[in-house]
């Protein structure tokens, strides 16, 4: 097992540190261009020096709104390097989020990819955005925006620029959370966080100086961030990445770049778990994957048919991409793992008050070493004391932890259905239609019932080719799951909304109207109660 050795408290010194050690070693390998270490280390000096031209610097914050790339990494790590604060922008939003997430931010440049412009620019002379550059990794002929400057100015040969004093307090990047009761918020990341949690991550994750880490998510969420690229700057290895997530050439394109380790979400397992099997199943090289929501019945499956150990964690944005994670040696199915060196976690209930071993309550952390969690939410103080009660980060999960300290996940608190006076976790529902052989994806929510509370709805999506009927389903979850958990309502989609992290849009399905929806007791098919 390999160790990151030295430990580094920032970016910058990182990059310039691993150059020296790692030289041509390759460090960042897209379709476009791949980075050597070297390569990273005099990229990012012309790349700071250009930013610092344009007006960067200290603690001036600059939006990335790009695709995984070359130009993503050079301008995060060019911007560390100056002390600046990166805002990577989700690929997937537009309208009034994105206005508001830039807004908010209030940068003073941004990096946009040309394929996203449409998106900004409806509301771009609103926003007092100093300087945009511009980005044009595939041109397609059409005419370019007036007034940004190119990519190809920001890595013009420069004399490199000093790096002020850095700790591991100072902020590195703000990384913007979904909002749930109100607008989303901006959670202010320091460099020993992005740090930290990767040494904890490699020291669990079974490399070898061979390793190849692999992910198709992306570069804007802390997960690419923390489990692949810093995990193998910190690790001295080469981290690869997929423009996007290709369900159908997934195991093909990790083969190509020689991956030993993937990350993946639950929505990815299961999409690609409902592939149809080919040979190219096992015809590669990775021996890990690091996941987060696999399933008791398909982790073994999941194992056996791609060839591979499934490493399952958890964790979020604010308190490290991972804060949970199973012990390579003592792995258990069905659980999340226990806590890495730098938190400390427990479970408890409403009040705050720890709970037994098997017994639901929301998951709470705090650090046990300086800077390894969020500063903070930006322009939100009062979410962040909110989010901080009783001197607990308070995660909103429901999980449960067993006598020998393993955490489980049980559901997010509030997509928590309740019926009848009873908790419903949509993920037990969604487990259960999800192995029905004609169904391709389930997602299921609480909608209003006339009884008071919340009856249950499923969305299906069925596999390409595969007719299964509502009759069906409703009784196949008759058959398979309690009677208080079977939906009361279901309806067929066409494709599921998903985030670029390819997680299921619950909001947007909630505020749906106008679809065929099939009520359980019209069809008149009856529950089996005890």
Not at 108 to 118: A, E, F
Not at 204 to 219: D, G, K, M, N
Not at 285 to 293: D, H, I, M, P, S
Request: with cysteine; charged share 25%.
């Amino acid at each position: 097992m390999l160790d990151a050795g030295e430990v580094y408290h920032d970016l910058a010194t990182l990059v310039r540190a691993k150059a020296r050690k790692n030289g041509e070693r390759p460090a960042f390998r897209f379709d476009r261009r791949t980075l050597t270490y070297q390569d990273l280390d005099a990229a990012t000096d012309r790349v700071a020096a250009n930013f610092a031209i344009a007006g960067v610097g200290r603690a001036d914050r600059v939006a990335l709104f790009l695709l995984n790339g070359p130009e993503f990494v050079l301008a995060w790590f060019g911007l560390a390097k100056l002390g600046a604060v990166v805002v990577p922008l989700n690929t997937g939003l537009k309208g009034e989020i994105l206005r508001y997430e830039l807004a908010d931010a209030e940068p003073k440049g941004l990096v946009i990819d040309r394929r996203l412009w449409s998106a900004y620019a409806p509301f771009r002379g609103g926003l007092q955005i100093g300087t945009e550059w511009l980005v044009d990794p595939v041109p397609d002929g059409t005419a370019a925006p007036s007034e940004p400057r190119t990519w190809s100015e920001l890595e013009a040969p420069r004399a490199a620029v000093a790096t002020p004093e850095l700790t591991g307090g100072d902020p590195a990047a703000i990384l913007y959370t979904s909002g749930t009761t109100g607008p989303p918020k901006g959670a202010v990341i320091p460099h020993e966080k992005y740090l930290r949690t990767p040494q904890e991550i490699g020291a669990r994750s079974r490399l070898t100086p061979e390793s190849v880490l692999f992910s198709a998510l992306p570069l804007f969420h802390c997960n690419a961030q923390e489990m692949t690229a810093l995990t193998a700057l910190e690790f001295d290895l080469t981290a690869a990445f997929e423009e996007r997530f290709h369900a159908t050439t997934f195991w093909e394109t990790a083969a190509s770049y020689g991956a030993t380790h993937v990350s993946l979400l639950i929505a990815m397992i299961n999409v690609l778990f409902k592939q149809p099997e080919r040979p190219t199943d096992r015809t590669h090289q990775v021996r890990t994957a690091l996941t987060a929501g696999t399933t008791r019945a398909v982790w073994p499956e999941f194992e056996r048919r791609f060839g591979l150990s499934i490493l399952e964690l958890y964790g979020m944005t604010e308190c490290g991409c991972t804060t949970l994670m199973n012990p390579p040696d003592r792995v258990r199915v069905g659980s999340v793992g226990t806590p890495l060196g730098f938190v400390e976690a427990d479970v408890v209930d409403d009040d705050d008050r720890p709970v037994g071993p098997d017994v639901r309550g929301e998951l709470v952390v705090r650090p046990n070493a300086p800077y390894t969690m969020f500063l903070g939410y930006r322009n939100q103080p009062e979410k962040t004391v909110e989010s901080w009660r009783n001197l607990w980060f308070h995660t909103g999960d429901f999980v449960t932890r067993d006598s020998d300290g393993y955490y489980y996940f049980v559901d997010r608190k509030k997509d928590v259905i309740r019926r009848r006076g009873e908790n419903l976790a949509p993920y037990d529902v969604e487990s259960v239609l999800n192995r029905h052989p004609a169904v391709f994806e389930a997602v299921v929510i609480g909608v209003p019932s006339p009884l008071g509370e919340e009856d249950v709805k499923a969305f299906v999506l069925l596999k390409p080719g595969e007719t299964a009927s509502a009759e069906d389903l409703f009784r196949f979850c008759v058959e398979h799951l309690p009677f208080f958990m079977v939906p009361r309502y279901l309806e067929f989609l066409s494709e599921i909304p998903k985030t670029a992290n390819q997680k299921a849009q619950r909001y947007v399905l909630r505020q749906r109207t106008g679809g065929q929806q099939y009520d359980r007791e019209t069809l008149g098919i009856a529950l089996r109660r005890p």
